[in-house]
């Protein structure tokens, strides 16, 4: 038996960096501050008495009592995080209420026959909906603020499952002044030369697509929108 007592929150944490192995890319990932998330490892190790990442100015490693310790959070959090799930789904039951999260333009002219069609097979289903920007891809499925969600993919949302609705085509927007303006097609290697606008999110599945990294020898220019 242990008596720590430790949060669920500081476990998340330590997870982002475990998964990162970079504490600037796990903070924008828990949305801390690097300061504070740093601060929030340290505590966690303090309360195990074990030193969980070996720290660099470099780098960031996982200690063998990290690796190990990281093998259990994860059992753990899959399955907290599934009885949290299996309560909300059997709250929705007994309430008739679902949760809706949507991005903007997320499944365009559909959203009205879609929500159209599921009112009228289940006119006792209050739903709730709630838009989401563009930071958080999963319109609140990361979390557990939503139960069901109009996404663009792709993207690296872990343990979701998903429908596609419909297929895009990629279409390049460029100012009429842009070298490329006079063009009817472009490929990827063309458009890598220039700076590209890229929604401001740290989902890096989202951010390598859209940010044509196959076509690049190392990430380029992007303004953040």
Same mark, same amino acid.
């Given at each position: 038996?242990?008596?720590?007592?430790?949060?669920?929150?500081?476990?998340?944490?330590?997870?982002?960096?475990?998964?990162?192995?970079?504490?600037?890319?796990? /903070?924008?990932?828990?949305?801390?501050?690097?300061?504070?998330?740093?601060?929030?490892?340290?505590?966690?190790?303090?309360?195990?008495?074990?030193?969980?990442?070996?720290?660099?100015?470099?780098?960031?490693?996982?200690?063998?009592?990290?690796?190990?310790?990281?093998?259990?959070?994860?059992?753990?959090? +899959?399955?907290?995080?599934?009885?949290? /799930?299996?309560?909300?789904?059997?709250?929705?039951?007994? #309430?008739?209420?679902?949760?809706?999260?949507?991005?903007?333009?997320?499944?365009?002219?559909?959203?009205?026959?879609?929500?159209?069609?599921?009112?009228?097979?289940?006119?006792?289903?209050?739903?709730?909906?709630? +838009?989401?920007?563009?930071?958080?891809? #999963?319109?609140?499925?990361? #979390?557990?603020?939503?139960?069901?969600?109009?996404?663009?993919?792709?993207?690296?949302?872990?343990?979701?499952?998903?429908?596609?609705?419909?297929?895009?085509?990629?279409?390049?927007?460029?100012?009429?002044?842009?070298?490329?303006?006079?063009?009817?097609?472009?490929?990827?290697?063309?458009?890598?030369?220039?700076?590209?606008?890229? #929604?401001?999110?740290?989902?890096?599945?989202?951010?390598?697509?859209?940010?044509?990294?196959?076509?690049?020898?190392?990430?380029?220019?992007?303004?953040?929108?």
């Amino acid at each position: 038996m242990t008596d720590i007592d430790l949060q669920t929150r500081k476990l998340r944490y330590f997870l982002a960096v475990a998964d990162e192995l970079h504490f600037s890319r796990a /903070a924008a990932r828990v949305f801390l501050t690097q300061q504070a998330l740093s601060r929030q490892i340290k505590e966690l190790e303090e309360e195990l008495g074990v030193q969980l990442f070996e720290r660099t100015t470099r780098s960031v490693a996982l200690t063998p009592a990290g690796e190990s310790f990281l093998v259990a959070v994860r059992d753990v959090l +899959e399955r907290l995080d599934d009885a949290v /799930a299996a309560a909300r789904r059997t709250d929705r039951l007994l #309430s008739g209420r679902i949760r809706l999260g949507f991005i903007p333009g997320a499944a365009l002219e559909l959203t009205a026959p879609i929500m159209t069609a599921f009112r009228a097979a289940y006119p006792d289903v209050e739903v709730q909906m709630r +838009e989401f920007p563009a930071n958080d891809p #999963s319109a609140g499925l990361a #979390s557990g603020v939503t139960d069901v969600a109009f996404i663009r993919l792709p993207q690296g949302t872990q343990r979701i499952e998903t429908e596609v609705l419909f297929t895009d085509p990629v279409v390049a927007m460029v100012a009429e002044t842009h070298p490329l303006a006079t063009r009817t097609s472009v490929s990827a290697r063309d458009l890598v030369a220039h700076p590209l606008t890229l #929604s401001d999110t740290t989902d890096e599945v989202y951010r390598a697509f859209w940010g044509l990294y196959d076509a690049r020898s190392s990430p380029g220019a992007f303004v953040a929108v």
